[in-house]
């Protein structure tokens, strides 16, 4: 089973967003503090519609407990526009955990050294996208690996 995590997000909205994708494909969302919004924030909850019951969600007080949570060899994929390797070229695995930063300024660069990193091919002229259309193209190419080797 895949994960998604947000590291330190920070609109609400997104974040919603990424707990709608989370619940549509059935797998659990990790959000790691601080966030720029709080739990109850009515854009989160309004951006997630009533999708909630559905979202598996674990919130982790700093980046080393969502670290020590971790099982045994997981493995931690970060996202970033400054990723070593395209996101197609990629070979998911269950277990997978898709790790993206806040959106004012993506991953701490200590972060992105320490774990493989993708990017996402942008051949226009934008440098970056939506953090929640990022996680979807990611998750469900992800998705659509895994499942293609499942059948």
Same mark, same amino acid.
């Not at 909630?52 to 700093?62: A, G, I, K, Y």
């Not at 070593?84 to 997978?96: H, I, N, S, V």
């Given at each position: ?33 601080? *966030?720029? +919004? ?5 854009? !989160?909850?309004?951006?997630? =519609? #009533?999708?909630? @019951?559905?979202? $598996? ?40 955990? *898709?790790? +993206? ?5 993506? !991953?701490?660069?200590?972060? =992105? #050294?320490?774990? @493989?990193?993708? $990017? ?32």
């Amino acid at each position: 089973m895949l994960h998604l995590v947000l590291y330190q997000p920070e609109i609400p909205q997104n974040t919603g967003n990424v707990a709608r994708t989370a619940a549509a494909l059935g797998v659990p969302l990790h959000l790691i503090r601080p *966030l720029g +919004f709080r739990l109850g924030d009515p854009r !989160l909850r309004r951006a997630g =519609l #009533d999708y909630w @019951p559905h979202v $598996r969600l674990f919130v982790h007080d700093t980046w080393e407990a969502f670290l020590g949570s971790l099982p045994e060899g997981a493995r931690v994929l970060a996202f970033s526009a400054r990723g070593e390797k395209d996101l197609y070229e990629a070979e998911f695995r269950e277990g997978d955990y *898709l790790l +993206f930063g806040p959106e004012t300024r993506g !991953l701490p660069q200590e972060i =992105l #050294d320490a774990l @493989p990193s993708l $990017r996402i091919p942008m051949p226009g002229p934008v440098r970056s996208l939506n953090l929640a259309v990022a996680v979807g193209v990611a998750a469900y190419e992800a998705y659509r690996q895994l499942s293609s080797r499942r059948a």
